[in-house]
């Protein structure tokens, strides 16, 4: 009986051994549940210096109501190997032009459907983002045409057409920004999103126009009149292709005009009446958003004008009888003034302004002597309210 009892003591101490072990067990699943994975949404905002639109201003942001299109390529990675970008073989997988619309004056985005961050942080996003977003239907508005696919590989690519002046977009491209996770990109946003920030810049050649009295002349001078002033044969259709950069020097941005589709071969040209009969003197106020090119022999500015002076009493004509009559004033007129615009000098060096280029701002002046005329040409910063020198717009007449 001793023995039996010592074998059946043994066995049920080992049944409860086994039991107490799987309750253990069982203890420690629940006190260390599996970690929940937690979505979170990609938001954007956006910054652009110092920017101009036709018709709408923009400061700093796009206004609400207005769209961007953003492309973004989702990399996977290890974590001994991040994913990155590659220009080569990356393509716009994650995001392709998806329609993102202003809430908030260009600091917060709406977009449908939703777009979650990777739960690893070893697998990246990178963005690019364009202004105005255009489709299909768009751009014959916009002007501006998407070419390339979702299975392209790089960043997107465009043609485009320029407008009419009042209708002329700013066509803006966004820096890339490249190889980024949840971990990384901004933090902040609606409903808890966190947000891609892009950087917007000019991918058009913003040119404005000025006329002034030589100053020799300034204190004899009564009044100017601008029958014309035009810019002729200016390439309005190109293709731009956008390529990868060291991040301090950002995007590059490279135009290919195209030829007209009625004259094969021949570059797409026309000419801008900055004054003519039909327009207004606020005309010459207004900002062109060109495309940038190089500028040809052929691109000239023109000029109609009269140049009126004070006669201090010694200009006379004579009337239908041949009698000398005495005038106030005398009048200069030269309805053919012209120069290739690729021979004017830029007023801070002896070069030529030889091409225009994206995301700068041009002046072009014309100062109007008795005798002679001098065009020069400067570049300003983006947004820099340049003045008239030497005569007032409320002083030219047509």
């Not at 043994?10 to 067990?25: Q, T």
């Not at 958003?289 to 009126?308: N, R």
Request: charged share 20%; hydrophobic share 35%; net charge negative.
């Amino acid at each position: 009986m001793r023995r039996s009892d010592t074998i059946v003591g043994k066995v049920i101490r080992l049944i409860g051994l086994i039991g107490l072990m799987g309750l253990m067990g069982a203890c420690s699943f629940e006190q260390e549940p599996a970690p929940e994975v937690q979505s979170v949404p990609i938001g954007f905002s956006t910054y652009t210096a110092q920017t101009v639109t036709r018709a709408t201003e923009i400061v700093n942001y796009i206004p609400q109501g207005l769209s961007i299109g953003v492309f973004s390529y989702y990399h996977n990675g290890t974590e001994s190997t991040p994913g990155a970008y590659n220009e080569a073989t990356s393509i716009p997988d994650f995001m392709f032009n998806q329609q993102c619309t202003s809430t908030e004056d260009g600091r917060y985005f709406a977009y449908s459907p939703l777009k979650y961050w990777p739960n690893y942080e070893h697998d990246r996003l990178s963005f690019i983002a364009y202004y105005p977003y255009t489709n299909s239907e768009l751009e014959a508005t916009t002007g501006v045409k998407l070419i390339s696919t979702n299975t392209t590989p790089g960043l997107p690519k465009f043609e485009f057409v320029n407008k009419d002046v009042d209708q002329q977009p700013d066509f803006i491209i966004s820096e890339l920004v490249r190889d980024v996770s949840k971990e990384s990109a901004s933090v902040g946003g609606e409903s808890g999103a966190i947000r891609v920030r892009f950087e917007l810049k000019h991918a058009l050649a913003k040119v404005e126009f000025r006329i002034s009295i030589h100053p020799d002349i300034r204190q004899h001078f009564a009044q100017l009149r601008l029958n014309k002033l035009s810019i002729t044969n200016i390439k309005d259709k190109g293709d731009l292709k956008i390529t990868e950069a060291p991040e301090s020097s950002g995007n590059i941005l490279t135009w290919t005009a195209l030829s007209d589709a009625g004259t094969p071969g021949e570059l797409s040209k026309r000419d801008y009446d900055i004054v003519d009969n039909e327009h207004n003197l606020n005309d010459l106020k207004k900002v062109y958003l060109l495309m940038p090119q190089e500028l040809d022999d052929d691109a000239e500015l023109t000029l109609d004008y009269e140049l009126t002076l004070k006669g201090y009493n010694s200009v006379y004509t004579y009337d239908a009888n041949g009698k000398p009559v005495l005038q106030d004033i005398y009048t200069y007129k030269n309805d053919d003034a012209h120069v290739k615009l690729n021979e004017m000098k830029y007023t801070s060096h002896s070069q030529y302004m030889t091409e225009w280029e994206a995301n700068h701002h041009y002046i072009l002046n014309v100062q109007i002597n008795a005798n002679s005329i001098e065009y020069t040409g400067q570049v300003v910063d983006w947004g820099d309210q340049v003045q008239w020198d030497g005569i007032n717009v409320d002083e030219i007449v047509m």
